[in-house]
């Protein structure tokens, strides 16, 4: 059986947005109608607490985008964005959200970051949701969302090291591009065996 994952569709994440990928919201329609036709559906959630250590505000003398040393690694320092309970925080107004079987909420850590679906930035503190379609019998995964170089490439990129059998709808997704983190993104998901589609 197959899921489709739909990483991060949010207000923050679209143009408007705190964080906004370029023509983030223009995928809306297409994820809704692959959303209609696949045997599972689920959703993740960026859901920061407003002092997360991954915010630039919380580093004095620090702006977005530059990079930090972390416990667990560098880590990206980003604007103050998708924070609980924030409209910035909610799905896009057009995503039908109705279809989704599952709602995972990921970076509600203080003390560190989460870009994949499937582990904290640590990349050992798992979410729970390898176990949720393990049980379910989802084998196959399909991505699409946002970002493209950073949540969804992580997410696929992790589903593939875990032995599911993974594509990125590239059609279905945007990306920030961070310093050439586009061709960074497609040749690890490639190297992981990550299909893009």
């Known amino acids: 059986m197959h899921a489709l994952i739909v990483i991060d569709l949010q207000n923050d994440f679209c143009p408007g947005g705190a964080l906004a990928v370029t023509d983030g919201d223009q995928i809306v329609p297409g994820v809704n109608a692959r959303m209609a036709e696949a045997e599972a559906v689920i959703l993740t959630q960026d859901w920061h607490p407003a002092d997360h250590s991954s915010f630039a505000s919380q580093h004095a003398g620090r702006a977005p985008m530059q990079m930090v040393d972390m416990p667990y690694g560098p ?12 409209h910035g925080a909610a799905f896009h107004a057009g995503l039908n959200t109705e279809h989704a079987d599952l709602i995972i909420r990921k970076g ?5 970051d989460s870009y994949s679906a499937f582990f904290e930035n640590d990349q050992k503190t798992p ?8 049980t379910r019998g989802l084998t196959e ?7 493209t170089d950073f949540c969804v490439a992580w997410s696929a990129i992790d589903a593939a090291k875990l032995g599911f059998k993974v594509r990125v709808l ?11 983190s586009m061709a960074k993104a497609a040749e690890q998901m490639r190297g992981a065996g990550v299909e893009l589609a």
């Open 127 to 134: 979410t729970g949701l390898e176990g949720y379609l393990r």
């Open 141 to 147: 995964l399909e991505f699409v969302g946002l970002a």
């Open 75 to 86: 880590q990206v320092l980003w604007p103050d964005h998708c924070v609980q309970g924030s």
């Open 108 to 112: 509600f850590r203080r003390q560190i």
């Open 170 to 180: 590239t059609s279905l997704c945007r990306g920030i591009d961070l310093n050439g």
